[in-house]
């Protein structure tokens, strides 16, 4: 997959770079709004930070959605609502405050690409580990074979944390990407939803509380499988 890289910022983006490039992208970095329009293509996917030195990286992204549905991913270090709404208001797909991991923006990725690009018909469900499939273009869990049946916040929620199992998700990121970026109400939701999870997939997935911070979730071998 190639990814165009907009951001003004060396260390970042060259630290972003060297990630995603470790997980098999293809990444041109530009750190101007002019270079970003101007670059030839073609890729996949644009991270655009908004505080580029040439111009708004709104305004960029306006321009971008007005040329064609590319996904655009927002990395910036502007957290005021505003900035998010605008974004996604002018195109944007997805919005990623700064401080983030790579593995973070990969999985946001990874999720947009899901949006635009629907698996294809008869295309395998992902599996994790030897028990748990997980078909994400008719949304059915399955362990052993059998369906689960989950609530579609807790299906949300289970295809969200297994896009990068063993990543640490904050939950203002897991409130942002499964209920919505400008949430409102109590995160306790997120606790109920973690819990019935852990009850459905107890001895196949086990999802760790880190105390102030979020939810790791990992993939339970079957010991008996080797």
Known sequence: MHVLLVEDD????????RGLKRYGFAVDWVSTGADALSHPGPYDVVLLDLGLPDTDGLDVCRALRERGGVPIIVISARSDETDRVVGLELGADDYVSKPFGVREVIARIRAVMRRVQPRPAGAPADRYGARLTIDRKAARVHVDGAEIALAPKEYDLLAFLTEEPGALMSREQIMEAVWDANWFGPTKTLDVHVAALRR???????????????????????????
């Open 10 to 17: 060396e260390p970042v983006a060259e630290s972003l770079r």
């Open 200 to 226: 459905k997939f107890a001895g196949v997935v086990a999802i760790a509380a880190v105390r102030g911070v979020g939810f790791r979730l990992e993939i339970v071998e079957d010991a008996g499988a080797a």
